[in-house]
């Protein structure tokens, strides 16, 4: 199948016609990942309707090759937080193969990719890591203290209970005090 093909099966994901949309789908699915460069491409192109570039996300996301995962690090940067948080869930679907590519996020300048990188690291819990959420804590972006509540309580030990204690006593936020709470209780069982 030609790029051109795959572009105009692209393009009919956002179609009204439930059919066509569905059959667009599976003509993508078909050549893939022969043609995984093409999805790569198009997911970045911010032209797209949103419907379409999630679309786009699933469907590389169910093929979980490797060479998506620079693409997805990519998306956590995205304007559409759908987009982010699609990107996010999928790099913390590989695992620990994910890692290295999102720590390369956690220091970003924009706040939106730390807290996706911070969140899918969170959901790995490689013990290794522990510093990274410890730093992710005294972040000045709650969403980005809230993925390091989930990343101390998933890793725990001394070191994360101690920085959970400290977040459920002085953050400001109510959300991670109540996580941060809730985290508590189940590593102090």
């Known amino acids: 199948m030609s790029k051109e093909e795959i572009v105009n099966a692209i393009q009919n994901l956002n179609d009204d016609d439930d059919f066509v949309r569905l059959e667009a789908e599976s003509t993508i699915a078909m050549y893939m990942p022969d043609e995984i460069e093409v999805l790569h491409e198009e997911v970045l192109n911010v032209d797209y309707p949103k419907n379409t570039r999630l679309t786009i996300v699933e469907l590389l996301r169910d093929l979980k090759d490797p060479s998506s995962m620079e693409v997805f690090v990519k998306l956590l940067n995205d304007r559409n937080k759908w987009i982010r948080r699609q990107s996010s869930s999928a790099l913390a679907d590989y695992g620990e193969d994910a890692v290295e590519p999102l720590l390369t996020v956690i220091d970003d300048e924009n706040w939106r990719a730390r807290g996706g990188a911070i969140w899918a690291l969170g959901k790995i819990a490689r013990p ?23 990343g101390l309580g998933n890793i725990g030990g001394d070191e994360a209970i101690e920085t959970l204690k400290y977040l459920a006593e002085n953050d400001e936020s109510g959300y991670i005090k109540a996580n941060a709470l809730t985290f508590l209780d189940k590593l102090e069982q």
Not at 128 to 150: M, N, P, Q, W
């Open 128 to 150: 290794d890591t522990l510093d990274v959420f410890i730093k992710a804590a005294k972040d000045e972006k709650s969403f980005v203290r809230s993925g390091s509540v989930f």
